[in-house]
């Protein structure tokens, strides 16, 4: 299958920074990539979806103003937590899907956060 | 309103036993439904992905069985190892617009020795 690579994997941080995640798709061109976010025994889910070179759509209830979503190339999604809080403590995983009618999502390894 | 409901929250299978997870959905327009196996602090895996114009699907030891006009599909796993210990979820997404995923709430699998 094809390699979604995220980075970083752990990630601790103090209260009011900004944490950035990458999420890189290495054998394949995405066409689309999708955010999730993952609290302790629960499912996925869905905070936004981006496409290359255009505006990411968000999931209701999720801010766009904290969670930055920019997707510049299609290898490449970057999602930026702004001033981060100790609520904002979870796991991220994005994934991505290739080309157009293709509904296969590969998902990264994801990355935990600590805001401390 | 949950699309995707999926039972058991929680399985404890012997060694060599059958495990099987089920699932159903809520909305017709759902075309695409995949199971992905999740072990602690990783991300998802695609293990098998069946569409509804198929009733079963067979990779290996694990098998999804589709019915359409129950709207429910569900995941076998035969000859169940402790390797396959993990979290399960099946999936569904629309053959439009984003299609973006809606994943049901998971399955704890324990295969004991």
């Known amino acids: 299958g094809a390699v979604v690579s995220q980075h970083p994997s752990w990630v601790i941080c103090k209260s009011g920074t900004s944490v950035k995640i990458e999420c890189r798709s290495l054998?394949?061109?995405?066409?689309?990539m999708f955010w999730y976010r993952q609290f302790p025994k629960q499912s996925l889910m869905l905070m936004a979806t981006s496409n290359e070179g255009s505006k990411a759509t968000y999931e209701q209830g999720v801010e766009k103003d904290k969670f930055l979503i920019n997707h510049a190339s299609l290898t490449l999604s970057t999602l930026t937590v702004t001033s981060a809080h100790p609520e904002d403590s979870s796991f991220y995983i994005c994934?991505?899907?290739?080309?157009?009618?293709?509904?296969?999502?590969?998902f990264g390894a994801g990355t935990r956060l600590s805001v401390l | 309103q949950q699309q995707v409901k999926q039972s058991p929250q929680s399985l404890i299978v012997q060694k060599g036993g059958i495990s099987i997870i089920n699932c159903a959905y809520e909305n017709t327009a759902f075309d695409y439904f995949p199971w992905y196996q999740q072990f602690p602090g990783k991300g998802p895996a695609l293990l098998i992905a069946i569409r509804p114009d198929v009733s079963e699907k067979k990779e290996g030891r694990f098998t999804i069985s589709f019915n359409k006009s129950a709207k429910q599909f569900s995941l076998h796993i035969m000859d169940s190892q402790p390797g396959d210990s993990a979290t399960y979820f099946c999936?569904?997404?629309?053959?439009?617009?984003?299609?973006?995923?809606?994943f049901g709430s998971g399955t704890r699998l324990q295969v004991q020795p």
């Open positions: 999936a569904a997404s629309k053959n439009t617009g984003r299609r973006a995923l809606t």
């Open positions: 994934s991505a899907r290739g080309l157009a009618g293709i509904d296969i999502q590969y």
């Open positions: 054998d394949f061109q995405a066409t689309t």
